[in-house]
């Protein structure tokens, strides 16, 4: 009912940036929440950044200062600008959204499919 398709990933060397999209797209009425979350090889999945729909953010401390998350409500986008890279933050990054749908008549989450970031030192 509600698809995410993400974009963006890539090599990288140590100090570049990437962007990253998600677009959710399906019988959509509202989206509140929009995250972004990360998982390195054997490490537990962390929430990097998250957006409200009124534009409220919030970080983890380990990108804060230099990731940047924005959202897109007329194309129910959600991108997180990625500056200065660092070799730890390799990992695939997954996006995830809260969104009402129609025939559901219901809140419900949903995930994208990841994209792998890799940043070479």
């Known amino acids: 009912q509600v698809q995410l398709v993400e974009s963006g990933g890539g090599l990288v060397q140590a100090g570049g940036s990437l962007r990253l999209s998600c677009a959710a797209s399906?019988?959509?009425?509202?989206?509140?929440?929009m995250r972004w979350y990360r998982q390195a090889p054997g490490k537990q999945r962390e929430l990097v950044a998250a957006i409200g729909s009124g534009g409220t953010t919030n970080y983890a401390d380990s990108v804060s200062g230099r990731f940047t998350i924005s959202r897109d409500n007329a194309k129910n986008t959600v991108y997180l600008q990625m500056n200065s890279l660092k070799p730890e933050d390799t990992a695939v990054y997954s996006c995830?959204?809260?969104?009402?749908?129609?025939?559901?008549?219901?809140?419900?989450?949903?995930w994208g499919q990841g994209t792998q970031v890799t940043v070479s030192s």
């Open positions: 399906g019988n959509i009425f509202m989206i509140n929440v």
């Open positions: 995830n959204v809260n969104a009402f749908v129609r025939l559901r008549g219901a809140w419900d989450s949903y």
